[in-house]
């Protein structure tokens, strides 16, 4: 049974920072495109983040670009976000997702499994 479970969610205010987690068990992790998600309330769904199978390549949503770092420890079968000087915009939930494509970074229904997600909350 595939499982991805994040965690490092929370309260922060402006301008802190927060590193989530995304432990994935059930599949072979480094076969697998990562990416990071998140939903505001009343909002879509959207891409944040992605890395490819070995981390050689990234790619981000424009409004991250120079905050956010995307990584991987495929020995601990584990995807990370740092995310710096956050704002309040960047509230929502957090999901980290697994995707089988290969040569490109997939679009958000080419992820074939999700975890349940994590709050993060940044105050003005």
């Known amino acids: 049974q595939v499982q991805l479970v994040e965690s490092g969610g929370g309260l922060v205010q402006a301008g802190g920072s927060l590193r989530l987690s995304c432990a994935a068990s059930?599949?072979?992790?480094?076969?697998?495109?990562m990416g990071w998600f998140r939903q505001a309330p009343g909002k879509e769904r959207e891409s944040v983040a992605a890395?490819?199978?070995?981390?050689?390549?990234?790619d981000y949503v424009d409004s991250v670009k120079g905050r956010f770092t995307i990584s991987r420890d495929n020995a601990k079968n584990t995807v990370y976000l740092q995310m710096n000087s956050l704002k309040p915009e960047d509230t929502a939930v957090y999901y980290c997702?697994?995707?089988?494509?290969?040569?490109?970074?997939?679009?958000?229904?080419?992820?074939?499994?999700w975890g349940q997600g994590t709050q993060v909350t940044v105050s003005s």
């Open positions: 059930g599949l072979t992790f480094s076969n697998r495109v």
């Open positions: 997702a697994a995707s089988r494509v290969r040569g490109y970074f997939p679009n958000m229904n080419e992820y074939s499994y």
């Open positions: 890395i490819s199978r070995t981390g050689t390549n990234t």
